[in-house]
């Protein structure tokens, strides 16, 4: 004895198929497919008449029952100190765009510089349950050097001592080095820095750009930070205590940049009119800093979509250009 057939009209959702998605578009089975699954060797007008077709038929991917097939997970998962820090919001912007244009899903894993739960989260690309790892921590996880392949860890920003994997950046001494540039063209002579942490990559090449942009004049030591607001408010009192007292500043980061500023307020000084303050990154609160910060922009969302470029598309590693945005906090210097 059979089941008597619903007689409720299927709707245009469950009837689709990929078939479906085929003939509209015309191509193959197997060439949606690929679509579907992000892959690369899909471009240019055929993607286009897909994508077309599949928002026409309503027709919606089953990503489980794909990753299945494919024995891919269809996440990626990022990993990064703390979310507190804007810089890594907007990264993480461009990372969930890229992915989700491919049909990948975006795990975020927030380590709080903790190395037993970094290792923790990492493990996730060796079981399966990611299929690629984006590293904004500046290291890779113990344990993961050996049984990594290619297209599975991507660094973003810093590079990776010792370990080959591909990195998303700029220039970061050079960068270091325009800004320190415009507070010369300005005047200035006497400009401190306000670094990052001591070993941190992009702590020592940003301390590198600013003293080649003072070369031959060997600078004092940099006064270290965390990159937080208050480790910059920290170190300026430390440099406004210096004889001859700076006239100009270059900090690693915003952050430190507007705990700087706080730090010359406090002392009785202005900014610029006393001494100029330069940031790195172009954080959103860098344009609302009282005075609005000059720094270099970095292109923070760029980085994260070409992430997800370097790990489904087997791009290489990606330099990424950077502009100095010059705003109130840098002026002139004045005479003696």
């Not at 891919?72 to 912007?93: D, H, W």
Request: charged share 20%; aromatic share 4%.
């Amino acid at each position: 004895m059979t089941s008597p057939r619903s007689t409720e009209p299927q709707t245009a959702l469950a009837r689709t198929r990929m078939e479906d998605i085929a003939r509209l578009a015309g191509v193959s089975v197997s060439t949606v497919s690929r679509a579907l699954a992000g892959s690369p060797k899909v471009t240019g007008d055929t993607r286009a008449r897909i994508e077309a077709a599949v928002r026409r038929t309503g027709y919606v991917v089953n990503q489980v029952a794909q990753g299945l097939r494919l024995q891919k997970s269809r996440q990626l998962l990022v990993l990064l100190p703390t979310i507190a820090n804007p810089f890594f919001a907007e990264v993480v912007q461009g990372v969930a765009e890229a992915a989700g244009a491919a049909g990948h899903g975006v795990l975020v894993g927030s380590t709080e510089g903790s190395v037993p739960r970094e290792l923790e989260l990492a493990r996730q690309l060796l079981t399966g349950g990611v299929d690629g790892l984006i590293l904004l921590t500046g290291r890779l996880p113990a344990g993961l050097a050996g049984p990594l392949g290619r297209g599975q860890v991507v660094a973003v920003s810093e590079s990776l001592a010792g370990a080959r994997v591909p990195t998303v950046g700029i220039d970061n001494a050079a960068a270091a080095a325009t800004a320190v540039a415009h507070l010369r063209g300005l005047g200035h002579r006497e400009i401190a820095h306000i670094a990052g942490p001591p070993g941190n990559v992009l702590s020592v090449e940003r301390a590198r750009g600013w003293r080649a942009a003072l070369a031959p004049v060997v600078p004092d030591d940099a006064v270290a930070g965390d990159f937080t607001m208050a480790s910059g408010e920290a170190a300026m009192h430390i440099l406004l205590a210096r004889v001859p007292r700076p006239t100009a500043v270059f900090c690693a980061n915003d952050e430190m940049a507007i705990g700087a500023i706080r730090a010359i307020r406090t002392a009785g000084l202005r900014v610029p009119a006393d001494i100029s303050v330069v940031g790195f990154d172009d954080i959103s609160f860098a344009a609302f800093a009282d005075p609005p910060l000059t720094t270099i922009r970095q292109p923070r969302r760029q980085f994260g979509r070409a992430a997800v470029a370097v790990l489904l598309d087997g791009a290489a590693a990606v330099r990424l250009d950077y502009e100095l945005v010059v705003r109130a906090s840098t002026a002139a210097l004045k005479p003696a």
